[in-house]
């Protein structure tokens, strides 16, 4: 067993156990980070098929920026993970053997001579000064050019879709609208009345009520 | 470097589009909320203007750009003109629903739009890569439509349980394609296809991602054993999208059958054939049979399409020519009579009144007699009796069926459908024979009222002379194979 064999083990192993701890784990933060760990063991494992640029990819943008996200929402909303689990139990008794049943037969279909290392050689050896990074390049923008801005009309999407789903305008909130605001004259807001002026010392009758149309406006 | 500049004219469609749909999300935020109208106008437009290019550079032949990742051929033609037709006069139906409800919004129609589009794409994917972007489109459009009403507890619930199964669903799909790509060493359509002819590629391996992909696409089509959010989603979404995702959609759900299954896994067709044909017995038995049990017009109709799309399933493993034509006059046939019924639907629902309950429906011939009649006319064609579309199209479908020696799978359907022609007649029974306990005249728009007829009666009229229309399938599957 040569040295890229045990390091594509040992990722393996962590790989897989770290997944399965995503699942498991009580404590949803436990579970996140399990998942970068996972992440890391991937990128660890491109890094053997030298896949440079997709492992620092894989690294900078889930781990780096998808995952904090995670953390954040995780630790934002309080979730109660017992009453995620409530039925856990019950489905058990079937899903288990119905899944090892199915990882049985997948395992022995893949186990045969078809997978395995040394069905698989080793990537070539590449020449001096080639970039993984410039030749993902070369193609990205030419040949894969129709997937590439497809993916960005679904990005489109998710952001419509977004917007569409969280933005609402509460009607009971006592927010200010500055618009509204600066559009303000000052007719709209002061309206003189003339009144019939009074002598001093004199009791006036009392002033006829102005009808209820004419009152002046109160001021917002 | 010199890169080449791409062929843009076979995508002109699909490009239009794109500009359009963008053009329409711009000029909806200078639309105040009274003037509505002018977006829904403005989308019918792009969708007519999508027609005429079609109608246009519809050509007998076959051309691929973009690398080989995009195909025009007369298939994809033919199939882009119904998805656009269907989307066009579902929109007519929705308007009324759609104001009573809040949900006229600028929304509803750019993600129609963009639906579209992943619907195109995936009816033109020549490559693995494609198809699954274009279905990510189309799904991830219509997970967002259902939850647009947002205050309505069943409509989140059906956009979660929609989601998330069909995360799932792209999950298997994706594992599948990745298979398939172990084995061959590419993802183009028709190298894979060649490589399988030649014998090359790991047997093994090729049969098992196309167990993933035939699961995955299982899920999106909605067959037993893959069936279980059909019911909850068809339910729960607003009756406007449910018409939305169980019309075009189910078009561009062939065109993926057609390229991963027909094209690219041609050669395959003894081992998916088997995996079809207990999907499809599957969902036979289990949607005619649930759908009886059903008080939910919308939740019968969703057990209804899980055994329409057995039907489907049943021509389609054929794997011949003739075969996949009847697949695709099935799946026209049923895309048209569902538009006619729950387009149905949202004509007798009103502010506040979902009329998705089967006694909604009593006493509706004493009501609105015409109306009653259509729905008459769908629900013979739904059930398959002559001499409506759903007949000829069960016909040929068991045609091609007993074309390849399954006469056992014939006989069988038949059965069932026979079993499912109860939960079709009891409505029309409930229409004319029944009191009505529902006085209130309809409050449909006089364009939705025009087209519901025009639907109601292509019904009758195509299964009267459904000669033209299978003949046009059948030229476009032999053109594009």
Wanted: some cysteine; hydrophobic content about 60%.
């Amino acid at each position: 067993m040569n040295f890229p064999s045990i390091v594509f083990f040992v990722l393996a192993t962590v790989l897989v156990l770290s997944a399965l701890r995503v699942i498991t784990a009580r404590n949803p933060v436990h579970a996140a980070l399990f998942l970068v760990l996972a992440f890391a063991s991937a990128a660890g494992l491109w890094l053997l098929l030298h896949a440079e640029f997709l492992a620092i990819t894989l690294i900078l943008v889930y781990v780096g920026a998808v995952m904090v996200l995670f953390l954040f929402v995780i630790m934002m909303l309080d979730i109660n993970v017992d009453r995620l689990r409530e039925g856990f139990w019950n489905i058990l008794p079937i899903a288990l053997p119905v899944a090892v049943l199915l990882l049985g037969i997948m395992g022995a279909t893949l186990m045969g001579p078809y997978f395995g290392l040394e069905m698989r050689p080793p990537p070539p050896e590449v020449a001096e000064g080639y970039s993984n990074t410039r030749a993902i390049g070369m193609v990205l923008y030419t040949e894969y050019l129709y997937p590439f801005e497809l993916a960005a009309v679904i990005l489109l999407v998710a952001i419509i879709a977004a917007i569409a789903l969280t933005l609402r305008a509460r009607k009971n909130t006592r927010s200010i609208d500055p618009a509204v605001q600066v559009a303000a004259t000052r007719e709209g807001r002061v309206r003189l009345v003339s009144m019939p002026s009074e002598k001093k010392g004199v009791s006036a009758p009392a002033p006829e009520p102005e009808p209820p149309q004419q009152a002046p406006q109160q001021p917002k | 470097m010199n890169i080449p500049l791409p062929d843009f004219a076979p995508a002109a469609t699909e490009l239009f589009l794109l500009a359009a749909a963008c053009a329409v999300l711009l000029i909806d935020l200078f639309v105040r909320d009274e003037r509505r109208w002018i977006t829904q106008v403005l989308t019918q437009l792009v969708l007519a203007g999508c027609a005429m290019i079609l109608l246009a550079t519809a050509t007998s032949g076959t051309a691929y750009t973009f690398s080989v990742m995009f195909i025009d051929d007369p298939l994809a033609d033919a199939l882009k003109l119904m998805i656009v037709l269907a989307v066009s006069v579902l929109l007519v139906y929705s308007r009324r629903y759609l104001e009573d409800r809040g949900m006229y919004r600028g929304e509803f129609f750019t993600l129609t739009l963009f639906s579209v589009l992943g619907m195109m794409v995936m009816v033109s994917a020549n490559h693995f890569i494609t198809l699954y972007l274009g279905l990510e489109l189309l799904s991830l459009s219509l997970y967002a439509m259902i939850a647009l009403q947002r205050d309505s507890a069943v409509a989140t619930e059906a956009a979660m349980k929609y989601f998330i199964l069909g995360a799932l669903a792209s999950g298997m799909l994706l594992y599948g394609m990745s298979m398939v790509y172990g084995a061959t060493g590419t993802l183009q359509v028709g190298d894979i296809a060649a490589m399988i002819a030649r014998g090359e590629g790991n047997r093994t391996v090729l049969v098992f991602g196309l167990v993933f992909i035939v699961a995955g696409l299982g899920f999106k089509l909605g067959v037993v054993p893959f069936h279980m959010w059909v019911p909850d989603v068809y339910h729960g979404a607003p009756t406007a999208v449910t018409l939305l995702i169980s019309s075009a959609p189910k078009l561009a759900a062939f065109a993926f059958f057609m390229r991963i299954l027909g094209e690219a896994l041609g050669g395959l067709v003894a081992d998916w054939r088997s995996m079809l044909v207990v999907m499809a017995v599957l969902s036979l038995v289990l949607g005619n049979v649930a759908a009886i049990a059903q008080t939910n017009l919308k939740r019968m109709l969703a057990y209804s399409s899980i055994s329409h799309m057995g039907f489907l399933l049943l021509g389609f493993l054929a794997g011949n020519a003739f075969g996949f034509a009847a697949a695709m006059f099935y799946v026209a046939a049923y895309v048209l009579m569902n538009l006619g019924t729950f387009g149905m639907i949202l004509m007798l629902a009103r502010a506040g009144f979902e009329a998705d309950r089967l006694d909604d429906y009593r006493g509706l011939a004493r009501r609105a007699p015409w109306q009653a009649f259509i729905m008459l006319l769908l629900m013979f064609s739904m059930a398959g009796l002559p001499p409506m579309v759903g007949f000829y199209a069960k016909l040929t479908v068991l045609a091609a069926v007993v074309d390849i020696g399954l006469v056992w799978l014939a006989v069988f359907a038949v059965m069932m459908s026979l079993v499912g022609a109860f939960y079709y007649l009891r409505i029309v029974k409930l229409m004319y024979f029944d009191e009505p306990v529902d006085t209130t005249p309809l409050s449909a728009t006089a364009d939705a009222r025009v087209l519901m007829s025009v639907n109601g009666l292509a019904v009758l009229a195509l299964g009267l002379m459904p000669q033209p229309l299978m003949a046009w399938c059948l030229l476009a599957i032999q053109r594009s194979l």
